[in-house]
């Protein structure tokens, strides 16, 4: 069954990968073969679609396959991704409202927190995450994300 530190674990994880995709890119490093390493570890496209609708996607808002999610966070496949990881985030923290267990699958929602290493200015993003245990794996299988609505 899916717990709490299952969750929080999977969060510091998720927040840690894409904070070092960033790093990895500004360091020449071979960002691509670790952002696609990071999809695989952590997102279920190997079970079959993932229902992933990224932050800042308005042309493909809906991404079901590892290609479409990767082109979100490292660019490439959509004109309109420029590569959400590569920004690159200096600390991303996870601010939960509420969760909801059910047996090997748990969903969390609440707002997360991105931190630019460049400027140090604070993205402020809703998010839910839904997960569930493959092969005692906490895997993402649902992802939608949101800026706040403002009027």
Request: charged residues 25%; aromatic residues 16%.
């Amino acid at each position: 069954m899916i717990g709490v530190e299952l969750i929080r674990e999977a969060q510091r994880l998720w927040a840690e990968g894409i904070i070092k995709i960033g790093k990895a890119y500004l360091e020449g490093k071979d960002y691509q073969v670790m952002a696609i390493n990071f999809l695989k570890e952590l997102y279920a496209f190997d079970e079959g679609i993932v229902l992933f609708k990224p932050t800042k996607a308005k042309e493909v808002p809906f991404r079901y396959t590892l290609e479409d999610a990767l082109s979100y966070f490292i660019g490439g496949k959509h004109s309109e991704d420029s590569g959400f990881a590569l920004v690159p985030w200096r600390e991303i923290s996870f601010d939960v409202k509420g969760e909801i267990y059910l047996g090997d699958i748990a969903l969390s929602q609440g707002h997360y927190y991105f931190v630019s290493g460049k400027t140090g200015a604070t993205l402020k993003v809703e998010f839910t995450f839904g997960y569930k245990l493959i092969k005692r794996k906490l895997k993402i299988i649902l992802q939608p994300s949101s800026l706040l609505y403002s009027y």
